[in-house]
């Protein structure tokens, strides 16, 4: 029969091991309840933290500060079924929407809503479900589903694979297209062999910056259109007429902006070097080759130039961007040029180049007849308006003259960013601009952590023995010490 002794069981509460056991106890409820009660709060507080190593889901600065400054109201239109939304792309657009009071986001369905969709539909190809339509007031612009990630293509296993979210790098330019007063018009030069932005695979590029293109035939056309904001002339393979000579120098006397991405030819191209003997440079025929190691990509044709300290250059540098100029020639200053003119390098080579003469040449070591670098493959001159003359030139006449233009195609700009975004800053540059959009993809690879067969094991010991047992030993040790107080 079990006795109930009061006396003892009122004295066993004024024991040190209830004593001990009452603050073991009281402490585990209070962190119990600590924990609880942290894990409430935080779920009410409304802030995240991107701890992605690239910051995959965050805004970058230049996005940030054009929200901050948002002006207009702008509408992003997200095409997605009823309940089948993109959740990267919804919460990516979000946070425009919780920068600026001014972005309002509203999620239509294209299936049920066919209507609204054909109003945006301008080619009338169609706009893919996942896409978006960004607007503010009478201008839009369509961003394709598509468009919002880069691909690379495995040639082994014939498959594609997404790298890396370019939602930004289209939303951003869309809102500052749709919300600006004007658009700044290019013209492309035609009907001498030249490339374009879109034979290049990079016209989407130049106007998401913010660029509208279109063709000039300065043979059909009187001179270059007035509301011209540059011209752009991409390798062309034969030489332009002494009238079409006649109209492109005018306009750069007339405070003109152009821009010229020259390829190597076989043959000069007489009227072309007149323009640039007129501005105080000439191209050299032949083709530049690198000897420093550490400034070329393994071929010494395919050169890794220095970046001179420009407004063109300097955003490139600042973003520890390389860029890689292949088949360049070379641009010499003239002798004599006009006082009002100002030639600043842009992309040079080291004193470990030379420029082969020969073209028929395949060595790729220094030979008899090469002449010795450093050598300068871009410049950019500005040819200062005469306050005297200010109906002749209202404004600063500026020229940008690269002696590659093969660095601009896709194969080169869209895997070495740097290329893409000197032919950008350039075009901003002509324009006076200094605020460029800056903004970078958003690389999703995957980095894994590397082990080898012992040092797996290794790491297997440790964690499935070794801390288990550890615990267990410390645990003991405390429970012997205890039952001995």
Partial sequence: MVKFDIKNILGSFKSRKFKFGGYAAMLTASVIAIVIVLNLLVGQIPAKFDLTHNRLYSLSKPTVELLKNLKKDVTIYALFQSGNENPVISEFIQKYADKSSHVKIKYIDPYKNPGFVKKYDTSGSGIDEGSLIVESGNKFRVIN??????????????????????????????????????????????????????????????????????????????????????????????????????????????????????????????????????????????????????????????????????????????????MLLPSAQPIVETKFKKRTITIEKLLTTTSNSWLRKDLNSTSLSKEKGDISGPFTLAVAITDKADSLNAKLRPRDAKVVIVGSAMFANSQFSKNIPGNLNFVVNALNWLQDKKDTLQIQPKDLTTFRLNLSTSQAMIWAAITVVGIPVLILILGLTIWLRRRHL
């Fill in 145 to 322: 589903r598509y468009d919002m990630v880069d691909y690379s293509y495995d040639e082994q296993t014939g498959n594609t694979n997404v790298t890396g979210l370019t939602i930004e790098q289209k939303l951003t330019p869309a809102i500052l297209y749709v919300t600006s007063e004007k658009t700044p018009i290019i013209y492309e030069l035609k009907g001498h062999g030249e490339d374009t932005f879109i034979g290049l695979g990079i016209s989407s590029e130049v106007e998401a910056a913010n660029f509208e293109i279109k063709d000039l035939n300065l043979l059909t056309e009187k001179s270059v259109p007035q509301d011209a904001s540059a011209v752009v002339v991409i390798s062309p393979k034969t030489d332009i007429s002494d009238i079409e000579l006649k109209k492109l120098k005018d306009y750069i006397n007339g405070g003109g902006r152009v821009l010229f991405l020259m390829d190597l030819l076989k043959d000069e191209l007489k009227n072309f070097n007149s323009i640039f003997e007129s501005l105080g440079v000439r191209l050299e025929h032949g083709i530049v080759m690198e000897g420093d190691n550490t400034k070329n990509a393994g071929n010494p044709v395919w050169i890794l130039p220095n970046l001179e300290s420009h407004d063109i250059t300097n955003p490139i540098d600042l973003n520890n961007m390389y």
